[in-house]
């Protein structure tokens, strides 16, 4: 059975994070789920983590956004692993969405 070369995809992805925390970096929109519902979303500080990162500074990249270092990190590796596969991706999906209830509760001390 041919194994099918990985796909694009998850290299796109961590690209698009990265260009999105740099934009926003320069932009600071700010996140609209915190605007308009108050909660943190899993993105939320990723723009001042990047910056954060920038400027060489680790531990307030961390305070910002701890699940952007990781999630980028573990999209960059997904994409040069074959095959692709959805349970990889459903384990990241649920991670994220772990995350983002993690830091909306009231003992989470960072951002």
Do not use: E, H
């Amino acid at each position: 059975m041919k194994s099918r070369p990985s796909a694009p995809l998850p290299l796109l992805v961590a690209l698009g994070l990265l260009g999105g925390a740099a934009a926003a970096v320069a932009w600071q929109p700010g996140c609209p789920l915190r605007s308009l519902t108050g909660l943190k979303c899993p993105g939320c500080g990723s723009g001042r983590a990047l910056g954060a990162l920038v400027d060489g500074n680790v531990i307030q990249a961390i305070y910002w956004n701890a699940m952007l270092g990781p999630l980028v990190v573990g999209l960059l590796v997904a994409g040069w692993q074959k095959p692709w596969r959805l349970r990889r991706w459903m384990l990241w999906g649920a991670a994220v969405l772990g995350f983002g209830i993690l830091r909306n509760l009231p003992f989470y001390l960072l951002y």
